[in-house]
């Protein structure tokens, strides 16, 4: 190969690549705690729910894990203003990644939750707990403990799937790496920097998970 | 002893004919005669230069000069899918021999990549439904405008556009005009033939060409280096262009005339 390579444009443009790297922390980040609480939620109805809404958890859970995102994503940005709900394109992809988190992120804690042995949700029936105190006293700790790593890697995954929204005009990492390259047409080396944004963001973000399991599940509780 | 410098030979005659194949190669044009084929890039969203058909089959203006190109070429014609980012990539990672993709001459794109002779012109207008207000880029401030990235209109729109306008940037043609549809943005630059395509498709939308920003010519790009299958592309694009087959092909798919194309 005959390439050379020029890094110089693309460190010229280094300010606005890290505005895209914050928006897409920012969202990755907003997106895991909503998605977070909607799995939450949706875990408990899924398992202690009355039927119907049972039902209609799974019809969500299914039917978003079994579409691609990118069309999801369509929906909301360019079919949903049809019926008079607008998004601005970076609302469009926070909504569609929630959306989505939320479904997989369900799956992962309704497992967490079904591990917890029977002995102990009885124990909080002999108590004399309601069925939301045993949730959230007695059943959801150890579930969450339980599914950890997969939440984590579930929530890596949401942070390098975000790359899809720049297709909605949201301008996060890659659409301001898409934006760069198609202007000086250095592709190697704009792709190159970028990638390495997204590992550093991605090895960022599990140090934290780390950290936040530490705090959570072992810090005091080695007794 | 002698049994491992035999073998270090040999890896290196394995790594030179390896790597050897992948130079910008001054025999290009033979190497593509001697495989009789050539592999030139179809952006296949961008009507009307190039679009799949009902039997969803690749045509359009620019796909139908790569398939005349080769037919004169005497070679088999193998198309490249590329969106239209991927387009100068496609041609510097060796994808694809040429680009016939409406590429627009540029002195930015020159720089990497080399140009033929302009084989056709578009003018890049802006577009939007009836009652909105833009008569000249000075009505631009305020509004949101879409356009798609890597193209003449992401070049030129924004030097144009007064302060405050608001540009947002999508990676296909379809989005930015399903963002006009669907209201997202206020008006979307263009292609006249783009915007002209979309208002037929969509006439309840009541979408029309509001102003002119450029015109501009495209030819057909080559990796730099490959000397040899630039001479022949200008040989081709002057040839088609004194007998009339570059004319009779634009005006059959976009519709107009081909104004006169200066030579590069």
Redesign the interface.
């Known amino acids: 190969m005959t390439y050379v390579f020029q890094f110089g444009i693309v460190f010229d443009k280094f300010p606005l690549l890290l505005e895209g790297a914050l928006l897409t922390i920012r969202l990755a980040a907003m997106a895991m705690v909503l998605g977070l609480i909607v799995a939450v939620s949706c875990a408990y109805l899924r398992t202690s729910g009355p039927k119907p809404v049972r039902a209609l958890i799974a019809a969500y859970v299914e039917g978003i894990r079994n579409t691609p995102f990118l069309v999801q994503l369509y929906i909301i940005y360019f079919s949903l203003p049809a019926l008079g709900i607008r998004f601005e394109a970076n609302e469009a992809a926070l909504v569609a990644m929630v959306i989505s988190l939320g479904a997989y992120a369900t799956e992962i804690v309704r497992a967490g939750v079904q591990s917890v042995p029977k002995g102990q949700i009885e124990v909080g029936l002999a108590l004399g707990l309601k069925r939301l105190q045993i949730y959230r006293f007695i059943v959801l700790f150890p579930a969450i403990k339980a599914v950890f790593p997969a939440l984590a890697s579930q929530f890596i995954l949401l942070l390098l799937g975000s790359s899809v929204v720049s297709a909605i005009s949201a301008n996060e990492l890659t659409a301001i790496a898409n934006t760069l390259q198609s202007t000086t047409f250095r592709a190697f080396e704009v792709y190159i920097v970028a990638t390495l944004m997204y590992f550093a963001i991605a090895v960022a973000f599990r140090g934290f998970f780390a950290a936040v399991y530490w705090f959570m599940f072992v810090r005091g509780r080695e007794r | 002893m002698i049994k491992l410098r035999f073998l270090a030979a040999g890896g290196a005659a394995l790594l030179a004919l390896v790597?050897g194949s992948?130079?910008?190669d001054a025999q290009a044009l033979d190497r593509i005669i001697k495989d009789k084929k050539i592999r030139i890039t179809a952006e296949l969203t961008s009507p009307p230069f190039g679009i799949l058909d009902k039997d969803n089959k690749p045509t359009g203006s620019e796909v139908e000069t790569a398939r005349q190109l080769a037919k004169d070429l005497g070679v088999e014609l193998e198309l490249v899918n590329v969106t239209?980012?991927q387009r100068?990539?496609a041609l510097?990672?060796d994808r694809a021999d040429l680009a016939i993709s409406s590429l627009s001459i540029t002195t930015?794109?020159a720089?990497?990549?080399w140009f033929s002779s302009p084989h056709g012109a578009l003018s890049i207008v802006i577009g939007a439904g009836k009652n909105v207000n833009i008569k000249s880029a000075a009505d631009l401030a305020g509004k949101k405008i879409?356009m798609t990235?890597?193209t003449l209109e992401?070049?030129v729109v924004p030097k144009v556009a007064p302060p405050g306008t608001n540009i947002?940037?999508?990676?296909?043609h379809s989005?930015t005009q399903?963002?006009l549809l669907?209201?997202?943005v206020d008006a979307i630059g263009g292609a006249a033939f783009l915007i002209n395509a979309l208002a037929q498709r969509n006439p309840d939308k009541g979408i029309e060409s509001k102003f002119t920003v450029t015109t501009a010519y495209y030819g057909i790009a080559v990796k730099p280096?490959n000397y040899d299958l630039l001479q022949w592309v200008n040989t081709w694009v002057f040839v088609n262009k004194q007998n009339g087959v570059l004319a009779k092909i634009y005006k059959e798919h976009t519709g107009v005339d081909l104004i006169e194309l200066p030579p590069l």
């Open positions: 790597f992948q130079t910008a239209g980012p100068i990539p510097l990672s930015d794109r720089k990497s990549v879409g990235r890597a992401e070049q947002v940037f999508f990676d296909e989005a399903q963002a669907s209201g997202q280096g």
